[in-house]
């Protein structure tokens, strides 16, 4: 099992949630973050004073998949979240040792 971290923009939230569903993926959980990458954050003008903002905020998408719907999650994921502007954000995928439903105790693939 696999799971995928996605940093993404905010308006791009629904767009993802769509995709990732008709993907096949049954739970997500999202975040709202705060970061930056390459871009360094970026500069604003407010009342006439220029400031910087170093912490871009975004949305971290987190969900869990069997390794046979990975590649296809993360397409889903690629293809809604695309801009084709800087800051789109990032995947991160790492595998999972354990997972377990605290509910019935279920472990594996039958607690996702």
Known sequence: MKKIEAIIRHFKLEDVKNALTEAGVA????T????????K???ETYRGTEYAIDFVPKVKVEVV?????L??????VLRAARTGQIGDGKIFVSDLRETIRIRTGETGEDAT
Not at 65 to 69: L, S, W
Not at 71 to 76: E, G, L, R, T
């Open 65 to 69: 998949v069997d390794d046979g719907r």
């Open 41 to 43: 954050g970026h500069t």
């Open 32 to 39: 709202e973050v705060r970061g930056f990458g390459r871009q």
């Open 27 to 30: 739970g997500m959980t999202i």
């Open 71 to 76: 590649q296809p999650a993360i397409d889903a």
